[in-house]
């Protein structure tokens, strides 16, 4: 399976992306992962990135697609891979379909796991209680929500209108999420 996953802040997906790696024998790849290994394996890409970085700007799409162009391209993603965090914009979606392409392979599924942004912010308010995160307010969680619904409404439009999408209630236990995500992909 090569699929993406689309999943708000705190509504589980580091936890959804790790059950269903596992289910189907793929890598879970995080664009945070890629970004980190690169930095800290000092690549030339790691190299460029934390110039952007340090600057406190935006690592430009050739150097990020750049990064997971390469990640995808190595052996345990041949067979397929679950990625999370890329891509971000439509712009982004079709370099990973060039990218498959150049792999002679295919996008399968946009895996959409949605929640009620009133329980997700009230989730993430607790975890920035317990983790003592003090800028985690109500504010910042309800603005980081807004900006994610409205970059990712797009690239839901974008694999709906390819018969890609699929969509699942993230909200419930991790089982029971992971068993509706499994579900609705068969």
Known sequence: MRAILLVPPGAGKGTQAACLA?????????????????????????????E???????????VTNAMVRDRLAQPD?????????YPRTT??????DAMLA?????????????ANFDVVTERLLKRA????????????????????????????????GRGLLVQVDGLGEVDEVTERVISALS
Do not use: C, H
């Open 129 to 160: 209680q317990i983790e003592g995160r003090a800028d985690d307010t109500e504010d910042v969680i309800r603005t980081r929500l807004e900006v994610y619904a409205t970059s990712t409404a797009p690239l839901t439009a974008y694999y709906a």
């Open 91 to 96: 712009d982004q979606a079709v370099e990973l």
């Open 22 to 50: 596992e289910r189907y024998g793929i890598p879970a790849i995080s664009t945070g992962d890629i970004f980190r290994a690169n930095v800290k394996g000092e690549t030339e890409l790691g190299r460029q990135a934390q």
């Open 52 to 62: 952007f970085m340090d600057a406190g700007q935006l690592v430009p799409d050739t």
């Open 102 to 114: 150049d792999l002679d392979a295919r996008l399968e599924k946009a895996i959409e796991i949605t």
């Open 77 to 85: 993603a041949a067979a397929g891979f679950l990625l999370d965090g």
